[in-house]
């Protein structure tokens, strides 16, 4: 390759097949040029040279083929991103009654008719309040009333404590579901897990109706109680194999992940 036109300042030639790469430049280089200059010099002579030979031809790298097909890209995504989790199967194979799995698909998929959904499509006029019940402050969408709305953050926050952990908040009710299936635990204690989002959206939302329809003041530290009786009800109306009692899972929940991580 000769005369090979590297940029609008440079320019550079190669002698033969195998022979090494000279650079001219319009101009005088500084220090810091001359460093990088010899960094490309090394680079272009480490290349191995093309063979005039040999016919170009494209190569798909991450098939066992060597030939492009969609299902190699796929697997080839996966390696770097891990398997896709079965959201939707995480959710309707869940402990929670049909209608809180419902509910909890509603969430994920960002359907759930709140005010501003409402107003949206006509149901509420133009002059309807959409403010969020709890907060009184953002407009109610989905997100924010079950996920960033100040009163809802403080009781997620809670019932992670409850559990022994200590988070960052999620993007979306989207992303925190995500992050909360795909994490990795004992079966029993996964079951367990598993239910507790779905106990928090319907309590959310739960609450916010008797906030709208039925005049009640909404009450966090009652909230917080109903989540955790809820969970540790529907546990052990499940029929899996759990020994603790109600009082157990929510009085002594972080003893309770104790026996089940050791056995006991």
């Not at 969609?70 to 209608?99: H, Q, R």
């Not at 003893?255 to 006991?264: A, E, K, L, P, T």
């Amino acid at each position: 390759m000769e005369g090979e036109h590297i940029s609008g300042w440079i320019s550079g030639q190669r002698r033969g097949v195998a022979g090494s790469w000279t650079v001219g430049f319009r101009r005088a280089l500084l220090a810091w040029e001359e460093q990088e200059a010899n960094r490309l010099y090394t680079l272009l002579n480490s290349v191995t040279p093309l063979c005039n030979t040999k016919t170009d031809e494209l190569i798909w790298a991450e098939g066992t083929s060597r030939m492009f097909s969609v299902s190699s890209v796929y697997n080839w995504c996966e390696s770097f991103l891990g398997p896709k989790l079965d959201m939707a199967g995480t959710i309707w194979n869940n402990c929670a009654p049909s209608k809180v799995q419902f509910f909890g698909w509603l969430a994920w998929h960002g359907k759930v008719k709140t005010s501003s959904f409402l107003q949206r499509i006509g149901i509420l006029d133009s002059n309807a309040n959409i403010v969020c019940v709890f907060c009184q402050n953002e407009i109610e969408i989905v997100d924010h009333i079950l996920l960033f709305c100040p009163f809802v953050w403080r009781l997620w926050s809670n019932i992670v404590k409850w559990w022994g952990l200590q988070w960052v908040l999620s993007g979306s009710v989207n992303g925190l579901l995500q992050w909360w299936f795909g994490c990795k635990m004992k079966k029993l204690e996964k079951k367990i897990w598993a239910v507790i989002p779905l106990a928090i959206l319907w309590s959310i939302w739960k609450h916010r109706n008797d906030c709208v329809f039925s005049d009640i003041q909404p009450n966090w530290e009652e909230l917080c109680d109903i989540v955790k009786v809820r969970v540790a009800m529907w546990i052990k109306a499940s029929p899996m194999d759990a020994v603790f009692s109600i009082n157990d899972l929510v009085f002594n929940l972080q003893q309770v992940q104790y026996c089940i991580r050791n056995g006991g």
